[in-house]
C-alpha cells in the first residue's frame, strides 16, 4: 500500500500545551464567574471508529440558565496544531489516561470574539479530538472536553462534556479504504483528512 500524499511542515510553538488559569485571567481580566446555567456537552458523530480514522466531536454548550451570558471562543491557535484553550482527556476502561500527541504545544494568539447565548439557546464547536489525544489501542474510551470559555471558575468548576468512543484495530484492507479516503476527501468538514493519526504497522504494508 502506497500513501501518495503531501504531508506539511507542522510549526510548533515551545511551551506548555495547556495555559494556567491565572494566564487566561490576564487575557480575560474582567472575565465573569462561570454561570450557573452553563452547560457542556460531548456528541460523537459515530459511537465506533476504526483506529487511523479522523475522529471529531461535537463540544456543545448550553444555556440552561434563567438570564442570557457571554461566551469567548478563540485567540488560541496561531501557530499550534489546535486551539489550546480546549481541554481534551480520555480514559481506557482499566482507567488509563490517554496520552498527549502534542504535549509541547502552544499557540501565539489569533483571532476571538464573544458570542451571545440566551436561555435555551446552544453553540457548537467541532473539537478534532486526534488533535489532542492519541489512541494506539483498540477499546472502549471515556472521553471528557471542557474548555475555559472566557470565564473564571472562582464559584464553579468550568463545564465539562463526557462521552464513550470505540475504537476497533482495522485489517489490511479497512486499512487501504481510510487512506483512499483520505485522499479524495477535501480538507474541511467531519471526515477531514489526517495523515497524521496513521501510526499503526498496517498502515505502513507495501
Known amino acids: 500500500m502506497k500513501l501518495m500524499m503531501l504531508f506539511s511542515i507542522l510549526l510548533v510553538a515551545a511551551g506548555s500545551s495547556f495555559a494556567a488559569d491565572e494566564e487566561r485571567l490576564e487575557l480575560f481580566p474582567k472575565s465573569p464567574p462561570v454561570p450557573a446555567g452553563g452547560k457542556g456537552k460531548v456528541e ?3 459511537p465506533e471508529y476504526l ?3 479522523n475522529v471529531k466531536a461535537r463540544f456543545v454548550i448550553e444555556n ?3 438570564e442570557p451570558f457571554d461566551i469567548h471562543l478563540g485567540s488560541d491557535y ?3 496544531i489546535r486551539a489550546d484553550r480546549f481541554r481534551v482527556s480520555a480514559k481506557d476502561e482499566a482507567g488509563h489516561e490517554v496520552l498527549d500527541p502534542y504535549p509541547g504545544a502552544a499557540s501565539m494568539g489569533g483571532l476571538g470574539g ?3 447565548l440566551k436561555p435555551g439557546q446552544k453553540h457548537t464547536e467541532v473539537v478534532p479530538v486526534l488533535r489532542y489525544l492519541r489512541f494506539d489501542h483498540a ?3 471515556t472521553v471528557q472536553i471542557s474548555h475555559d470559555l472566557g470565564w473564571n471558575k472562582s464559584k464553579r468548576p468550568y463545564p465539562v462534556g463526557e462521552a464513550s468512543i470505540t475504537f476497533v484495530e482495522p485489517n489490511a484492507k479497512q486499512a487501504e479504504q481510510i487512506v483512499a479516503r483520505m485522499e479524495k476527501t477535501p480538507g474541511n468538514g467531519e471526515e477531514s483528512p489526517d495523515v497524521s493519526v496513521l501510526r499503526l504497522p498496517v498502515f505502513l504494508v507495501p
Do not use: D, N
Open 44 to 46: 460523537f458523530y459515530r
Open 51 to 53: 483506529l487511523g480514522e
Open 64 to 66: 440552561a440558565g434563567s
Open 78 to 80: 496561531s501557530g499550534s
Open 114 to 116: 464573544y458570542s451571545t
Open 139 to 141: 477499546g472502549r474510551y
